[in-house]
Structures are given as C-alpha cells and as structure tokens.
C-alpha cells in the first residue's frame, strides 16, 4: 500500500503568517493527492482534490501543489480557526491511505 | 442540506457483532459511492470499506475483510457496517463518507462519527 508522509508533525505560529506542509508519498500518486482540515471534535473537512483544486467553499488562503510523490499545502495568512490537524490521502491506488498528519497551532 | 448521519456505536465485547448504520440526506445516495473511515489516535484515519452506488461492488481493508460487511438500502438513504469478530484494535471512531460523484476515492462529505469501543 502507499505510505503517506507528512511533516512537519507540529507547527505552531501567528496570525498572518504563512505556512507549508509537506505530504511525500513511497511511490507515484500523479495528482490524487487529497487534503483534508480536521478540528477537535469534528470529522474531517474536504480542502483541496486532485492536488491543488480547491473544494466549494474553502478560502483562497490554501493552496496546494505537487504530483508525484512530493506534495505540499499551503495556507497563507494563518487565522485563528486554522488551527487544526491537516491530513493528506491518496485515491490512486487501493487502499485509500492517509497520512498521519500535521498539526497547526495559532 | 447534504447530512450523513451515523449510529449504532456502542460498547462491545472482543468477539462480538454491531452493525452502524448511516442516513444520507440532501442528495442522490444511490448515485454516490459511500465508504466507511475509522480513526484512532494511534494508527490515524483508515479507510475500512467502500460500496458502489448500485451496491454491486464492494471493497474492503485488509484488515476487515472476511469480518466486516459493508450494504446499502438506496430505497431509505442509508449505509450499513455489520462488524462481526471484534477485536480491541478495532476500537475507534467510525465515520461514514460520500464519495464524490465520478471521482474515484474521493470522500467529499463526511458524518460526524460513531464511536465503537471493544473491551471487556
């Protein structure tokens, strides 16, 4: 199965600042490379598909980009509700897998 | 409103059956893919299952199969998980997910989660 990588495991910074993390995959995904925002308590929420399309909804502040196996989610202008735990998944191949995730505090 | 809307976590013992249910609402349940996601602090965010929106296919982990059984009634909006042969590392949130419509993988709306503890 595809292993997902993420780092850094922590982040903490202030509003206003930017922010990149990064997602690197054991082998090729392409571009089915997903991110997903999760909050204490709440499932998690679709950010970006497809590697940098953002989702209905989501502020132009996140980015993503990357294909193959290096991938990275940018948020520029961290607010306060950014924090929360940032996860990647692939959907190339199955099993869908996920990454362990990144944790940003503000 | 698109809503998943998951239930039946309960406390169970090692070698015991549950089964989760999920009601859809605010969309087409039987043209989506629907899946199963369970997530524990340790091992993180799993994918379990997935069922075409016919509910001719399924698809299952490693780790479940031969033990859990994913179905759907398209006629009342609602996934099932039947867990059969629990085990404690089953233990863990389980949520249900839609799959985004002709994108493979894709889990664009997700339910809150049912909690499932295996313990004696």
């Known amino acids: 199965e595809v292993v997902l990588t993420q780092s850094p495991a922590t982040l903490s910074l202030s509003p206003g600042e930017r922010v990149t993390l990064s997602c690197r995959a054991s082998q090729s995904v392409s571009s089915y490379l997903v991110w997903y925002e999760q909050k204490p308590g709440q499932a998690p929420r679709l950010l970006i598909h497809?590697?940098?399309n953002r989702a209905a909804g989501i502020p132009a502040r996140f980015s993503g980009s990357g294909s193959g196996t290096d991938f990275t989610l940018t948020i520029n202008s961290l607010e306060p509700e950014d924090s929360a735990v940032y996860y990647c998944?692939?959907?190339?191949?199955?099993?869908?897998?996920f990454g362990g995730g990144t944790k940003v505090e503000i | 409103e698109v809503q998943l809307l998951e239930s039946g976590g309960d406390l169970v013992q090692p070698g015991g059956s549950l089964r989760l249910s999920c009601a859809a609402s605010?969309?087409?349940?039987?043209?989506?893919?629907m899946s199963w996601v369970r997530q524990t602090p340790e091992k993180g965010l799993e994918w379990v299952s997935s069922?075409?929106?016919?509910?001719?296919?399924?698809y299952y982990s490693d780790s479940v199969k031969g033990r859990f059984a994913i179905s759907r009634d398209n006629s009342m909006n609602t996934l099932y998980l039947q867990m059969n042969s629990l085990r404690a590392e089953d233990t863990a949130m389980y949520y249900c997910?839609?799959?985004?419509?002709?994108?493979?993988?894709?889990?664009?709306?997700w339910g809150q989660g049912t909690m499932v503890p295996v313990s004696s």
């Open positions: 069922i075409t929106g016919p509910g001719t296919d399924t």
């Open positions: 497809d590697a940098s």
């Open positions: 998944q692939q959907r190339l191949h199955w099993p869908l897998t």
């Open positions: 997910a839609r799959g985004s419509s002709g994108t493979n993988g894709l889990l664009d709306v």
């Open positions: 605010g969309f087409t349940f039987s043209s989506h893919t």
